[in-house]
């Protein structure tokens, strides 16, 4: 087990990950099986300027050019413009051919044009749409951008292979990102992603900069980044807007700050209660912390999470993790709590703070506990089991009766119940039965 026993992504790990296929590239993970981040709250615009400002942005104004000047024309098996079309398209609109075919691209999905029987035409879209139709035809461009990235939206394969990471991280820092700090970001990911030698490395590092501020430029054509007075690149009002429904779209946590402000001003009781049915999320931590001392908030969850339920420990731990050695002196006082000791002691590591040494027992208890938490936070477990067998995961069912969890035998029918794999269905059944005996001996 990790020291770090408040968060539960270990154990989530530990069921998650015990197959022994290697993992495939990150290019082929799927969007449900990455892990969901917490963004920082953002303020958003209101939706009516958002919504005056779409035709504005230079590629949808180009977008609606095209369509203007296409009226009725023929049009290629693959849907785009015939050659002699597409130049004098470009040459009147004042665009490579690179970038008319992204405009044309756009316009085809928004339904500013249609293609039909050979022929591409004005589309349904009405000349007037409605603030909240607008923003749904913003939501489509953005999504054809990044869609184009698979395919080689901004001249740069590298930049292409982590736009949606780098429009995060500017998206998480709203005064803005110094380029450099892009690029290098962007070279450490590629690093870890691909293991590029190092000749490639220092190639990559030598092109880079030019290369990313060519689709940082496309980028803000396409109306989703500009360039603060500082000299850094910042998302649009449209692109936070559209980056942030991307985000959410991707299940990552990604609220507003009207959504956050909500639990600002809620009890410890409350908050906890709210994670735990899944009304409040992780980012409302934040600004719940904001309002009060750590050291009296650490106080007021540990008194909530030592005589709670797993769950409830589970949401309490996860906002003890946001706070630091200021919080010692309570979090120091529930090493005499029963239910908190182990939690306790692990917090005080991990922050290099004195701490008892937890035992193997102890490990294993947390690990009980926090399956415990999965059950009451997400329901059945089911979903989250992986069907290949893991030694680990069965050596660890193996060892729980001993160590007298509460949840235990529920933890334990949960995974014979929901697990995939036979081998670890055989091993909770056998490690149930078990502690069922020890149980009943207790009594007796």
């Known amino acids: 087990m990790a020291n770090n026993v408040f968060d539960l992504a270990e154990l989530r790990k530990l069921i998650d990950e015990q197959s022994a296929v290697p993992p495939r590239p990150p290019e082929e993970t799927p969007v ?5 981040l917490t963004f920082p709250p953002v303020l958003l615009a209101p939706d009516a300027e958002l919504a005056g400002i779409v035709p504005t ?7 609606i050019r095209l369509m203007k000047w296409t009226g009725t024309r023929e049009v290629t098996p693959e849907g785009l413009p015939v050659a002699a079309d597409a130049h004098a398209a470009a040459a009147e609109l004042g665009l490579d051919a690179a970038r008319l075919r992204l405009v044309w691209i756009v316009a085809v999905n928004t339904g500013l044009l249609q293609i039909a029987g050979g022929h591409a035409s004005r589309g349904p879209l009405p000349e007037r749409l409605s603030v909240e139709a607008t923003l749904e035809f913003w939501d489509g461009v ?3 951008v990044l869609d184009r990235a698979d395919e080689g939206l901004t001249g740069s394969a590298v930049v292409d292979e982590h736009l949606a990471e780098m429009l995060a991280t500017v998206y998480s820092v709203r005064s803005g990102v110094a380029i450099a700090n892009l690029a290098r970001g962007i070279l450490q990911s590629h690093e870890v992603a691909c293991e590029p ?7 990559l590092a030598a092109s880079l900069p030019a290369e990313l501020l060519d689709a940082l430029a496309l980028l803000a054509y396409c109306g989703l980044v ?10 649009t009002p449209l692109g936070v807007w559209a980056v942030r429904r991307d985000l959410l779209r991707e299940g990552h946590d990604a609220p507003t ?6 639990f600002a001003d809620l009890s410890a009781a409350e908050l906890v209660e709210a994670l735990v049915k899944g009304a409040a999320t992780q980012s409302a931590v934040a600004g719940w912390l904001e309002r009060r ?14 005589e709670g339920t797993a769950g409830q420990r589970g949401a309490v731990g996860a906002i003890l993790e946001e706070l ?18 182990r939690y306790a002691a692990s917090w005080l590591h991990i922050r290099d703070l004195d701490a008892p040494t937890l035992s193997p027992d102890d490990h294993t208890w947390i690990a009980v506990d926090s399956l415990a938490a999965l059950m009451h936070l997400s329901g059945p477990a089911a979903g989250r089991l992986d069907p290949e067998p893991g030694e680990d995961l069965i050596r660890l069912v193996g060892e729980m009766p001993a160590v007298g969890h509460p949840d235990t035998i529920a933890v334990l029918d949960m995974l014979a119940a929901a697990h995939d794999d036979k081998a670890v269905v055989k091993a909770a059944r056998k490690a149930a039965m078990k502690a069922r005996s020890l149980a009943h001996t207790k009594l007796g």
């Open 293 to 306: 001392p750590p050291a009296q908030a650490a106080h007021d969850l540990i008194e909530i999470a030592a």
């Open 257 to 262: 700050t009207a959504e956050v402000e909500v």
């Open 226 to 235: 500009e360039q603060t007075a500082a000299g850094r690149t910042a998302l």
């Open 324 to 341: 630091g050695p200021e919080a010692e002196a309570p979090v120091r006082e529930a090493l005499a709590l029963p239910l908190m000791r």
């Open 142 to 144: 953005v999504m054809d």
């Open 197 to 203: 030698g190092a000749i490639e490395m220092r190639r």
């Open 32 to 36: 449900a099986e990455q892990e969901a």
């Open 57 to 63: 942005v230079p590629l949808v104004a180009d977008a």
